[in-house]
Antibody, heavy 120, light 110 residues
């Protein structure tokens, strides 16, 4: 059974870089049939798609975040990574990683999420 | 302001059928398939419906998605207490080149 688990620092200082990891078990992350995404959720902004990495390392980012975000995959470790640079309080959210179920926008498998707070 | 518009709340009694709406535009719901998610308190969203009206394996047939023009709907039949949750619609927006979500509808089972 596919299992996703996010991990990373719970607290990041303003202007610093946020780095999160998603560890996948029970399945491959290099299948041509699926893509892997990062989504965040906050009371102010609701659910917000950050970006997706597809087979061959092809990435798509939310235009509102594209200049601060990088998503990568390490297939040998079965891990996905998310970095967000120059964070502000607006980046405080629960961050989720997810895998598509069928189409690009159908996120069928989610990790439990990890809370990230940006504060000095 | 979310790109997709949902009513903030909905309610129903056990056994009843309720419908949650989601309004978009030609660049998202009107031009693409859409999805519905259920989020229980303290949990990650769960995919209920995709490709307009398909259900993932294991999702009850009490949940059904539909669409017309630039609007989408999620119908829940035989309402149960465990259906009390937040429900979100989502779609790819080709103008914004992003997956966009609705603001969510909190369903209360009275």
């Amino acid at each position: 059974q596919l299992h996703l688990q996010e991990s990373g620092p719970g607290l990041v200082k303003p202007s610093e870089t946020l780095s999160l990891t998603c560890t996948v078990s029970g399945g491959s992350i290099s299948s041509v049939n699926y893509s892997w995404g990062w989504i965040r959720q906050s009371p102010v902004r609701g659910l917000e798609w950050i970006g997706t990495i597809s087979y061959g390392g092809i990435t798509s980012y939310n235009p509102s975040l594209q200049f601060r975000v990088t998503i990568s995959a390490d297939t040998s470790k079965k891990q996905l990574s998310l970095t967000v640079t120059s964070v502000t309080a607006a980046d405080t959210a629960v961050y989720y990683c997810a895998r598509t179920y069928s189409g690009f926008a159908d996120l069928g498998f989610w990790g439990p999420g990890t809370q990230v707070s940006v504060s000095s | 302001q979310p790109v997709l518009t949902q009513p903030p709340s909905a309610s129903g009694t056990p056994g009843q059928r309720v419908t949650i709406s989601c309004s978009g535009s030609t660049s998202n719901i009107g031009g693409n398939t859409f999805s519905w998610y259920q989020q229980l308190p303290g949990s990650a969203p769960k995919l209920l419906s995709y490709g307009t009206n398909q259900r993932p394996s294991g999702v009850s047939d009490r949940f059904s998605g539909s669409g017309s023009g630039t609007s989408a709907s999620l119908a829940i039949s035989g309402l149960q207490s465990e259906d009390e949750a937040d429900y979100y619609c989502a779609a790819w927006d080709y103008r914004l080149t992003a997956i966009v979500f609705g603001g969510g509808t909190h369903l209360t089972v009275l």
